[in-house]
């Protein structure tokens, strides 16, 4: 790894000022195989905007940013139906180290979700920022989009996705709507 250059100056004020820059290894990030593992999982329902200035949906997990920074994007397995691919866009305040809290759309949900050990694997580390949230989420809805396209569920689509896109409401009539009124 190239060093860390740095310079000090002086002004006639007698403030300090620190300037450089850091080496390019060390501005990426953390290396992504570092942070995959096993991860203790909750679930919030909590509606609102996230630490990143988005609303709310599936796919958002809250994590902590000195271990997984705003913008990163996931893979959870052993998460049950909400196994899949996820961006952190969220953080809280009892969320601390090797922890996540997956945004769930009812209470009920994440009462019967609990707690579990869960493993992720690191698609992309974020920077930090709001703007590679939004870029993280937009492929993650692009990577559900396609598996559920292909009829296919475990990479990135979970299964509370691939049952909300056969579901009735998911389609533009209603079976009863489709088929006719019932006949007596």
């Known amino acids: 790894m190239p060093n860390t250059l740095l310079r000090c100056s002086v002004r006639a004020s007698g403030i300090f000022f620190l300037s450089g820059f850091l080496s390019l290894a ?5 290396d992504p195989r570092t942070l995959n593992g096993t991860y203790t999982a909750t679930a919030y329902a909590q509606e609102g905007i996230t630490a990143s200035g988005q609303y709310t949906h599936r796919h958002i997990v809250a994590a902590d940013p000195d271990v997984l920074p705003i913008g990163s994007r996931i893979k959870i397995r052993h998460a049950g139906r909400y196994s899949g691919e996820y961006v952190v866009a969220d953080t809280g305040r009892k969320i601390v180290g090797r922890r996540l809290d997956i945004f769930m759309p009812s209470e009920p949900a994440c009462v019967k979700f609990g707690v579990k050990r869960v493993r992720i694997r690191v698609i992309e580390v974020g920077n930090g920022t ?3 949230a939004k870029e993280a989420d937009r492929e ?3 990577d559900v989009a396609k598996e559920l396209d292909k009829k296919a569920v475990g990479a990135a689509a979970t299964e509370d996705d691939w049952a909300k896109a056969n579901s009735p409401q998911g389609s533009a009539k209603p079976k009863e709507a489709a088929s006719g009124p019932p006949r007596q």
């Open 26 to 30: 060390h501005a990426a990030g953390p």
């Open 130 to 132: 709001r703007m590679t």
């Open 140 to 142: 993650v809805k692009q």
